[in-house]
């Protein structure tokens, strides 16, 4: 039987591959879907607190903005209290795309649940959001204010 450890990256690589096949026709990558979720649920948010809610480093998010700002998806603008800090927003674009990342989601959510109850997809939801807590408190923890 594999790890959990095994488990959890090849949900997450396999959901990766499953997203690129449904936005090959799209200026959308699968890396790009949770940036753009979480723009458009959060608009105005720093380019820092983006990274922190995504557990991504500030260089990759960096990156992955500039591309998705290059493809008129995102706009980043200096904060006007402090022009070190980078307010990322949603364009249009992104809104336009939101239904069919949504619908995405709800799929891919829907094959790895198959044969699953209600209940036992609550379960696996509900188990899943306590293991992400304790990953994001645990890298709190390790992370030095310094870095």
Known sequence: MPTLNHSINTLGRAGALFRAKQLEQTEIGAHDTPY???????????????????AVNKSNVARRLAALEQRGFVTRTPCADDRRVLLVNPTQKALDVLPLLRTISRTWMETITEGFTKEQTAQFQSLLSRAVENARAAIDREVSPCD
């Open 36 to 54: 753009l979720f979480c723009v458009c649920h959060h608009p105005n948010i720093s380019q820092e607190a983006l990274g922190r809610t995504l």
